[in-house]
């Protein structure tokens, strides 16, 4: 289709004069609303105001302007359908071949706080609606929405004046997905900020911008990465990569969770987590961060191998240097020395990942998660305890440190897969049992990686003796605690709530434990 009028109106302004001046150049006229048109016309070219098209001025603060049937139908009409042809001629309806339109800065308008009369200005209304005009009728109109695809139009103008179908459907379906996702962001702003819903009657979710990664959890399926289109919290997704291979699938997963847990300890002393498989394997805080290192690697160095280690304070030379004497996938951190990165670049496919500042652990928001025939969401676990909510339910008090250690082993748990057992000590963990299908053997696995860690660092002992022990839900049986006990461990923290709690307490008393109880489990599937 032949390109002769173009009808353009946008608000990212962004290489709008060189598109003007390609389309001019091929003998296009260009018909423009308000700022377009201003500054095509800066530029010298030669403009006609919609208006010119209308008969009608633009009214009410610019709300009405394009909303008339001299520009839709010139936008939807059938051009070899004889009726429309023949309105077409009857009502002097000039046909409209190319709109170049992108919609009101309403995400970019919410985001830096506005008030509500402004935000409600910001929701286009024109916009969208000739954008979808043109691209319901792409048999014969050309829409373009993104100013990154203006170079592909003018590509194809060079190919003597027309667009091709294929790249008329191309651009159909991104305006039907820019539209949808406009709206998503006004329905998401008016449900969750405006009216302060938790669960609207109808839940938009959208992304933007995919990556395509190599493949997903297994090499037969497909994988992509989009960010959200909206609002959102910065994490694994915008952080800039400075060395290795793309990241795939299991990567961006575990990269995920080892950056959620390592946010736990932000603004703290410096603290290590190495997550394998979604799964922290050694996590520990320390008055630097190469005895941190030492510490969490020491907890489980057999799982650490191929792991994702994170650290919540900038990544010095010698940690650095310490981390690259195992096998490591990626390492994340706030930011990176100058040594840090010299010692890396010795280790070419290792994915060196940096953040800047880390996510809020508390922040709100939705999780979603399908299923067949659905999506279950629900409300971030954000949940939170202090000492004053601590409830001591056994005869011994903990002590100062042991409930130091419950703290630490209870930050640590939240993170790990459930039945959840986390033994810690002295601001680390001492060993971790994750996923098990009951409480009992998730105790004891998490002491047994213990006893291997002793045996393979000679110590003394292992380092679940006189520990304190985190359980992610309540004991349903005094089994687990017994297990933990044998291990060496002084103090349990857990939430309390089952119908044997006096029973898991009476085998705590007479073990000569110390036990809090939280009120607040967490669960992670």
């Known amino acids: 289709m032949a390109i002769k009028r173009a009808l353009l109106s946008v608000s990212d302004k962004s290489g709008l004069v060189e598109l ?50 001299m520009v839709h139908g010139g936008l939807l009409a059938v051009r070899d359908n004889p009726e429309h042809a023949a309105a077409m001629e009857e009502h002097a309806i000039g046909a409209i071949d190319l709109v170049v339109v992108n919609l009101y800065p309403f995400e970019a308008t919410v985001a830096k706080g506005a008030e509500r009369d402004e935000i409600i200005e910001n929701i286009d209304i024109g916009g969208p609606s000739m954008v979808r005009s043109a691209a319901k009728n792409h048999q014969y109109v050309t829409i373009v929405t993104d100013p990154a695809d203006y170079e592909m139009l003018i590509g194809e103008l060079d190919q003597g004046g027309a667009t091709s179908l294929e790249f008329r459907r191309k651009c159909a379906a991104k305006a039907f997905a820019a539209t949808a996702a406009y709206d998503s962001m006004i329905s998401q702003w008016f449900a969750f900020a405006d009216q302060g819903e938790t669960f ?38 915008q952080a800039e990569q400075l060395q290795g291979k793309e990241l795939s699938y299991n990567n961006y997963n575990d990269a995920d969770a080892a950056l959620e847990l390592c946010a736990e300890f932000a603004g703290g002393d410096p603290a290590v987590v190495i997550v394998k498989h979604a799964n922290p394997c050694g996590v520990a805080q320390a008055s630097t961060l190469i005895e941190a290192w030492n510490d969490a690697l020491a907890c489980d160095s057999v799982s650490a191998f191929g792991g994702i280690v994170a650290v919540n304070t900038e990544l010095d030379g010698e940690t650095a240097a310490a981390i690259c004497e195992i096998f490591t996938e990626v390492v994340i951190a706030p930011s990176v020395s100058d040594e840090a990165r010299e010692a890396f670049a010795k280790k070419k496919n ?30 971030r676990d954000n949940g939170a305890i202090s000492e004053a909510d601590l409830k ?48 009992r053997d998730s105790s004891r696995i998490a002491a047994m990686k213990a006893a291997e860690a002793a045996e393979k660092y000679e110590w003394s002992q292992p380092r679940t003796v006189g520990s304190a022990v985190a359980s992610d839900a309540f004991f349903p049986f005094a089994d687990g605690l017994l297990a933990a006990a044998e291990a060496g461990a002084t103090a349990i923290i857990q939430p309390g709530g089952s119908i044997r709690d006096d029973e898991v307490i009476a085998a705590a008393d007479e073990k000569g434990l110390a036990m809090v109880f939280t009120g607040m489990r967490h669960f992670r599937h």
């Open 20 to 69: 003007g001046t390609a389309l001019a150049g091929k003998g296009v006229e260009l018909v423009s609303t308000g700022g377009t048109a201003r500054a095509l016309r800066e530029a010298g070219l030669e403009v006609k105001d919609v208006s010119d098209l209308t008969g009608f001025p633009e009214m009410m603060d610019g709300r009405v302007k394009t909303l008339h049937p």
């Open 200 to 237: 609207p009657g109808m839940l938009a979710v959208n992304g933007k911008a995919p990556v395509e990664l190599r493949y997903g959890e297994n090499p037969h399926q497909k994988a992509a990465l989009y960010t959200p289109v909206g609002p959102h919290a910065k994490g694994i997704a």
């Open 350 to 379: 290792l994915r060196l990942l940096v953040t800047g500042d880390l996510p809020d652990p508390r922040r709100g928001g939705l999780m979603v998660k399908p299923i067949t025939g659905g999506l279950l969401v629900q409300t």
């Open 392 to 439: 001591v339910v056994t005869q011994r008090q903990p002590t100062e440190q042991e409930l130091k250690d419950c703290f630490f082993a209870w930050t640590v748990a939240r993170h790990v897969k459930s039945n959840a057992i986390v033994y810690a000590k002295d601001g680390a963990t001492a060993g971790i049992g994750a996923g098990q299908m009951n409480r």
